[in-house]
């Protein structure tokens, strides 16, 4: 019995990188789904109010629920779990960074990918705008900044976000609605802090 | 018509977000890290699956105890009946018996136990209670198990040598341990069986012993979640 768990765990460590670490019964690997909703993911964390860190930190969680899980995942609703295990990660991990009162630097506001070749003048944008950006969601209720980032950031349409926030096509689009009316309301009055110098 | 600026500035903010990229190597660090714990799942599932086949099989002998009771003769004296107590083990997997201790211990018919006529005799005929009784088993405990060891009896073993350890008793554990291994022949927690025994070792004065020890186990069990405490013991 021992052996047979040693087996599981040699047979499985041995597994080559590339291939696919279990096909399930209805075909879903892990490597297919983070390969498809790593990014995803990862995006919504951030506009949640995650720090870079910390939404790296929470992804990896949300693909750990979801390996644990696996087999039951229906692959046409992959979306929808990892997101619903998002949101739940997503409330222990702003907890979290709460209690230690983080304040966020600018360099954590630029990705490795932003090279220099975009100048000194387009990163300072890029920052400003991205704090801009978490400082008026911050102050958006959750359903809101939730639906907005949907819609906006992801670029999802109305039944798409109605559908992975389980609720009528109605209340999302109205939600919606509701959520750009104060994005644009709070936006107003934070319009002195606009990091884009060509605009009026 | 001009674009208003407030729609414009919102646009801009979310390109800024959309534009971000996820950290560098941070997708394929996840899928290593989700695969690490479909490797944990399946494990602690399979623990899952043979604590339940044990429970089970407890839980029948523990029944056959309870029918075996309700069956038993009803003249006996002082609760001793001349037809030896039968206790019917209920094992899944039978494991094959030796010559010598088949000779040992009969075969067991419970249905004898039912349906012989109980004869009340004086307590001088009945064997001495300190010989074993070779028609007897359960009650009177052979040197050595014919059967394989539940999973509660190599527990409560391995507890007796941990409880020595903690007190500092190295010999005793070891002791205790020995009896795990030639008498119990224990095998469903020989891995933490084996760590206990290293420890016990390194405690009680023999390293070298206990660094070969945990050599062995970790070339055995490279895969074990007890590889890296055996590890700790390799004296290099």
Partial sequence: ?200 | MTPDPVDQLSARLFESARSEAVPRGAEQHAIEMARREMVRETTLTERGSEREKWLAAAACVALAAAVAFLLRPKDTVLGISAEPSTVVHVRPEPRHVTSSTTSAVAPIEPSRSVTAPSVTVPASSLPSPSKPTPTTTGMTAAPAHSAPASLSEELSALKVASSALGAGDAKGALAALDRYDRVLKGQKLRAEATLLKIEALSRSGEPAAASALAQRFVDQNPGSPLVDRARSFVVQ
């Fill in chain 1, 1 to 200: 019995m021992a052996a047979s768990r040693n087996e599981v765990i040699l047979s499985a460590s041995k597994a080559p990188l590339g291939a696919a670490s279990r096909a399930a019964s209805h075909g879903l690997t892990i490597d297919a789904l983070v390969g498809q909703h790593y990014g995803f993911i990862w995006r919504v964390l951030r506009g949640l109010g995650l720090s870079r860190a910390d939404a790296e930190d929470a992804t990896q969680q949300v693909f750990m629920i979801a390996a644990r899980k696996l087999d039951a995942i229906d692959p046409d609703r992959a979306r929808s779990f990892v997101y619903g295990a998002a949101l739940r990660v997503a409330k222990n991990a702003l907890r979290g960074q709460r209690r230690r009162r983080e304040v966020v630097a600018d360099d954590e506001l630029l990705d490795e990918a932003e090279p220099e070749a975009r100048g000194p003048e387009k990163m300072a944008e890029l920052v400003q705008a991205r704090r801009l950006l978490a400082q008026v969601l911050a102050h958006l209720d959750e359903k809101h900044r939730r639906v907005i980032v949907l819609a906006e950031v992801e670029q999802l349409e109305v039944p798409e976000i109605a559908l992975l926030e389980g609720v009528p096509v109605g209340t999302a689009a109205s939600r919606l609605r509701v959520a750009r009316e104060k994005f644009r309301a709070l936006l107003l009055t934070l319009r002195d802090h606009n990091p884009f110098a060509d605009e009026p």
